[in-house]
């Protein structure tokens, strides 16, 4: 079966090390159409996508997230990031932060709305790694500078990142094991 979709979907893989092309203009207003698209509970569409670009921007971001995860003490965590390459976001050119208001099912919009900027990247030529570890970065008290820094609408908070960009580097789509699907047939 040739489906465009389908394939897309099949073929993406979290990609962890990014070349320094930027992105065009039209790949950025198709991602930020795939982003707005994304249906959310109620037909709320309370979240807001920060689409991040800057160089130094970018670097701030990478930085912030290290530190957050030093100043943690998770010891560990931090010496294996480190061990692999020190980058929690691997050099993406484009950093997009989902940003909600804490509400039923927020995060399940946010969920949705970066499987649909991955699939959109994927299907652009580009890959992406979705991105977790930005949450201490922005957390609470502790996160409230850079969560001004990143224009943070007020009461928002982080729920999810997605890094795009041009890959460096190739990983294999992870197994699909149907033992995970239960029928009622
Ligand atoms: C909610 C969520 C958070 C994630 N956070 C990170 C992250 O912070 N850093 C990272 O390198 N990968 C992160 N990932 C990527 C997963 O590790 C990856 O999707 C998983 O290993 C499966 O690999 P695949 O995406 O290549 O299929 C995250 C994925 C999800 C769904």
Redesign the pocket.
Same mark, same amino acid.
Request: charged share 15%; aromatic share 6%; proline share 11%.
């Given at each position: 079966m040739e489906n465009i979709v389908l394939k897309t979907m099949l073929e993406? %893989? %979290?990609i962890?090390a990014y070349t320094d092309e930027k992105l065009t203009d039209e790949e950025l207003c198709a991602l930020e159409q795939a982003a707005l698209s994304a249906p959310t509970a109620m037909n709320r569409r309370e979240q807001r996508f920060i689409f991040v670009t800057d160089d130094g921007m970018l670097e701030r971001l990478e930085n912030a997230i290290m530190k957050s995860i030093i100043d943690s003490g998770n010891t560990d965590f931090a010496e294996r990031i480190k061990s692999r390459g020190g980058k929690?976001t691997?050099n993406a050119r484009l950093i997009v932060i989902i940003v909600n208001k804490p509400a039923h099912f927020s995060r399940v919009d946010a969920?949705i709305a &970066?499987e649909n900027l991955a699939l959109a990247a994927k299907s652009l030529g580009l890959d992406s &790694?979705?991105?977790?570890? !930005?949450e201490g970065a922005f957390a609470g008290e502790y996160g409230e500078a850079l969560r001004r820094e990143f224009r943070f609408p007020e009461g928002y908070e982080f729920s999810?990142a997605i890094g795009i960009g041009h890959k460096a580097t190739e990983?294999e !789509?992870?197994e699909r094991d149907l033992d995970h699907i239960i029928h009622i047939d």
């Open positions: 993406r %893989s %979290s962890r929690t691997y969920g &970066v &790694v979705i991105l977790g570890m !930005p999810i990983k !789509p992870h």
